[in-house]
């Protein structure tokens, strides 16, 4: 339900934002700083900001290697979600191990670079951070990232894990189906947790969910230790 009641809030935002686009008025700052809040829930919004580019900015490279890497992450865990669940065209599968092509067979090895990357980007974004004049406080200059990157992960996790919960078991059918479907939506039931604090490297494999996202969660650990690590750097 909590997905429904966002999904619900996002569309009445996006709704209510087009109509002010189509019919604009004079706002007072306090409307002003009510929309710019409420505006963050617009699928409008964003889309203006998934396709934004600033064509000046020095590291569009990392960005975009980081992108294809991401992608190619997702394509990764597609293929893994449909080798591991049950099928009807088992041979098939066993001619792709053996033989398959060696970029699909070790494109886990991808998840490295992904990992490096976002690291970089990661210090040179905090790097100049901290090179601005000191008119915010330390905490707030190191906590304000990992508050919005947990804020903008957690939707999606939150949906990716009421999906397999409640909606993915009904999908399918046959009798290997429940062996795995529903043995899985019974983990996120009761593990769900692990993924919202971002531990869930932490857990026991039986117990993880939805497991190919245990990517992301190392990758906002690293996030959160990076942080502090270049502080200590930088301050000593």
């Known amino acids: 339900w909590i997905f429904s009641l966002l999904l619900?809030?996002?569309?009445?935002?996006?709704?209510?934002?087009?109509?002010?686009?189509?019919?604009?008025?004079?706002?007072?700052?306090?409307d002003k700083v009510l929309n710019s809040f409420f505006?963050?829930?617009?699928?409008?919004?964003?889309?203006?900001?998934?396709l934004k580019y600033d064509k000046n900015n020095e590291l569009n490279f990392f960005y975009t290697t980081k992108l294809m890497t991401i992608l190619s992450v997702i394509y990764g865990h597609k293929l893994y979600v449909l080798m591991s669940y049950p099928t009807c065209n088992a041979k098939f599968i066993d001619n792709f191990y053996l033989n398959g092509p060696p970029i699909l067979l070790t494109g886990f090895n991808i998840v490295d670079p992904l990992f490096f990357i976002s690291g970089y980007l990661v210090f040179i974004n905090l790097s100049r951070e901290f090179r601005k004049p000191e008119d915010e406080s330390v905490w707030k200059t190191l906590l304000?990232?990992?508050?919005?990157?947990?804020?903008?992960?957690?939707?999606?996790?939150?949906?990716?894990?009421?999906?397999t919960a409640y909606i993915i078991p009904h999908l399918g059918y046959g009798p290997l189906w429940p062996s795995k479907s529903w043995?899985?939506?019974?983990?996120?039931?009761?593990y769900?947790?692990?993924?919202l604090l971002f531990i869930s490297n932490f857990v026991h494999i039986k117990h993880q969910v939805v497991r190919f996202i245990l990517i992301y969660n190392n990758n906002a650990m690293f996030h959160l230790l990076t942080n502090h690590i270049y502080y200590i750097n930088y301050s000593y």
């Open 8 to 30: 619900l809030i996002c569309c009445c935002v996006t709704l209510y934002h087009f109509v002010r686009i189509l019919y604009p008025k004079n706002t007072n700052e306090n």
């Open 39 to 50: 505006y963050e829930f617009s699928f409008i919004v964003s889309i203006k900001t998934l």
């Open 144 to 163: 304000k990232p990992i508050i919005q990157r947990i804020l903008r992960i957690l939707p999606a996790y939150c949906a990716v894990i009421a999906i």
């Open 183 to 190: 043995e899985e939506a019974e983990i996120c039931k009761n």
């Open 192 to 195: 769900w947790w692990a993924n």
